[in-house]
């Protein structure tokens, strides 16, 4: 008999995926709109991941309106504040309200993320055996954070979308005292070839069809 699954709270960091507004480091390789394809792709794959992972509670923190690819199950909540750092804070508060079980939040942006990655970061926080998860991106950043007690403070202030954001982040957990649990580095979607090399590590994932139906890109943008 299979056990309940372990109080834990898993929370996607997401942006509607409009022509213009999500993925425009995509363009020109791609266009605006084919861009937002390949976004609500990478969304739907992130979502399906956290859907079919064992936690108690998934939330969607979204910055627009809820659309076809959301699946159910989540409990949807608006973001707010100004940058990056301040809307994970109060994405993190508005988490904390309704309940106090250890949380992990990714993005929308690493389509290759599986159900067994994310109960490795769930798992330390749930046993006590880690204080925080943290999964590190390629781009000098991190596409992972987890924390056995929620605390905002832990994200407010730290400079987003730079080369040394992973770094900064995880010097924060360190410098709080948090035994902190490293996760596999992932690669972001942020260029063509970025793209087409996830495609191609997840063949089966939305994400790939899509790239495979848009056809290559990649190549044509270094020329």
């Given at each position: 008999?299979?056990?309940n699954p372990?109080?834990?709270q898993?929370?996607?960091?997401?942006?509607?995926?409009?022509?213009?507004?999500?993925?425009?480091?995509?363009?020109?390789?791609?266009?605006?709109?084919?861009?937002?394809?390949?976004a609500?792709?990478?969304?739907?794959?992130?979502?399906?991941?956290?859907?079919?992972?064992?936690?108690?509670?998934?939330?969607?923190?979204?910055?627009?309106?809820?659309g076809?690819?959301?699946?159910?199950?989540f409990?949807?909540?608006?973001q707010?504040?100004?940058?990056?750092?301040?809307?994970?804070?109060?994405?993190?508060?508005?988490?904390?309200?309704?309940?106090?079980?250890?949380?992990?939040?990714?993005?929308?942006?690493?389509?290759?993320?599986?159900?067994?990655?994310?109960?490795?970061?769930?798992?330390?926080?749930?046993?006590?055996?880690?204080d925080?998860?943290?999964g590190?991106?390629?781009?000098?950043?991190?596409?992972?954070?987890?924390?056995?007690?929620?605390?905002?403070a832990?994200?407010?202030?730290?400079?987003?979308?730079?080369?040394?954001?992973?770094?900064?982040?995880?010097?924060?957990?360190?410098?709080?005292?948090?035994?902190?649990?490293?996760?596999?580095?992932?690669?972001?979607?942020?260029?063509a070839?970025?793209?087409?090399r996830?495609?191609?590590?997840?063949?089966?994932?939305?994400?790939?069809?899509?790239?495979?139906?848009?056809?290559?890109?990649?190549?044509?943008?270094a020329?």
């Amino acid at each position: 008999m299979l056990g309940n699954p372990p109080a834990a709270q898993l929370m996607v960091i997401a942006k509607e995926p409009v022509p213009g507004r999500v993925k425009t480091r995509l363009t020109p390789a791609y266009t605006p709109a084919e861009a937002a394809e390949l976004a609500e792709a990478a969304l739907a794959d992130t979502l399906a991941a956290v859907a079919s992972a064992s936690v108690t509670r998934r939330i969607l923190a979204l910055a627009g309106a809820p659309g076809r690819w959301l699946p159910p199950g989540f409990d949807v909540i608006a973001q707010r504040g100004g940058g990056l750092d301040e809307r994970l804070a109060w994405a993190l508060a508005d988490a904390l309200v309704t309940s106090p079980a250890p949380l992990v939040f990714i993005g929308m942006d690493t389509p290759q993320v599986t159900p067994a990655l994310l109960a490795q970061a769930v798992e330390p926080l749930v046993s006590g055996t880690a204080d925080a998860t943290f999964g590190p991106a390629e781009d000098g950043g991190f596409w992972l954070l987890g924390l056995r007690e929620i605390d905002p403070a832990l994200v407010l202030g730290v400079p987003m979308s730079r080369e040394d954001t992973g770094a900064l982040q995880l010097a924060r957990l360190r410098h709080a005292g948090l035994r902190v649990r490293m996760l596999p580095e992932l690669a972001d979607v942020d260029t063509a070839a970025e793209a087409e090399r996830i495609a191609a590590a997840t063949p089966g994932s939305r994400f790939a069809a899509r790239v495979r139906a848009l056809g290559p890109r990649a190549l044509a943008t270094a020329r």
